[in-house]
């Protein structure tokens, strides 16, 4: 079946512009999670929706960042007035339930370069 | 803060032989750590877990150990083969909780056929 799928792949935004990520879960997952890995760094965790709600959005570096779930299922992040160190990949993962085990299962990523 | 460390940023191992990767954490809150595999222009793939009620798992040529009053885990790799040329990260999660992973910085393995 489809995994998780991400749009764009690539984005190149110039500084102060707003960019929206958007996520598609493996149909039938109610966790969706949101990380990014800046360069030579790892994941970092920024937010994580159970259906449509955000239990957790300790992750969000500013409140430049945002996001969205809609209908249990495709998630957007924004990013209003793009900054440089905001360049990074952008990864959603989803995984079948918010259960503690359950697996999270990865997007190709968005790569974000603000020029 | 960096809670999950992976000191060595790559690893050079032949065909056949076995790849150990390591990890260290400081949180001692953690009870679930997994080990994820990523290739270039892909997003990271699951590989293997282990609870911290374990002290190994095996999964195929992957395993998985675990000390926890090290705070230390590993992942061995046997044998190698060069389609295991990726990056790992190792990642750990606080099952009490939410579901988050926090991520160390990756290994990158290389095996030379």
């Known amino acids: 079946g489809a995994g998780v799928s991400q749009s764009p792949s690539n984005k190149v935004t110039e500084k102060g512009k707003d960019v929206e990520l958007r996520c598609d879960p493996i149909s039938g997952h109610t966790a969706l999670y949101w990380y990014r890995q800046s360069l030579g760094q790892g994941l970092e965790f920024l937010i994580y929706?159970?259906?449509?709600?955000?239990?957790?959005k300790s992750g969000l570096p500013s409140d430049r960042f945002s996001a969205e779930r809609t209908g249990g299922s495709v998630s957007t992040l924004t990013i209003q007035r793009t900054q440089q160190e905001d360049s990074a990949v952008y990864l959603c993962?989803?995984?079948?339930?918010?259960?503690?085990?359950?697996?999270?299962?990865f997007g190709p990523g968005t790569r974000l370069t603000v020029l | 803060d960096q809670q999950v460390k992976q000191n060595s940023p790559s690893l050079s191992v032949q065909e056949g032989r076995i790849s150990i990767l390591n990890c260290d954490y400081t949180n001692s809150m953690f009870d679930y750590f997994l080990w994820y595999k990523k290739y270039p222009a892909e997003g990271p793939t699951f590989l293997i877990s282990i609870s911290s009620i374990k002290d190994k798992n095996e999964d195929g040529r992957f395993t998985v150990f675990l000390n926890k009053s090290a705070k230390h885990l590993s992942l061995h790799i046997v044998p190698s083969q060069p389609g295991d040329s990726a990056v790992y990260f190792c990642a750990a999660s606080d099952v009490d909780s939410t579901n988050k992973l926090i991520f160390g910085t990756g290994t990158l393995l290389a095996v030379q056929p």
């Open positions: 929706f159970q259906g449509n709600s955000a239990p957790d």
């Open positions: 993962a989803s995984s079948l339930t918010s259960g503690s085990t359950d697996t999270q299962y």
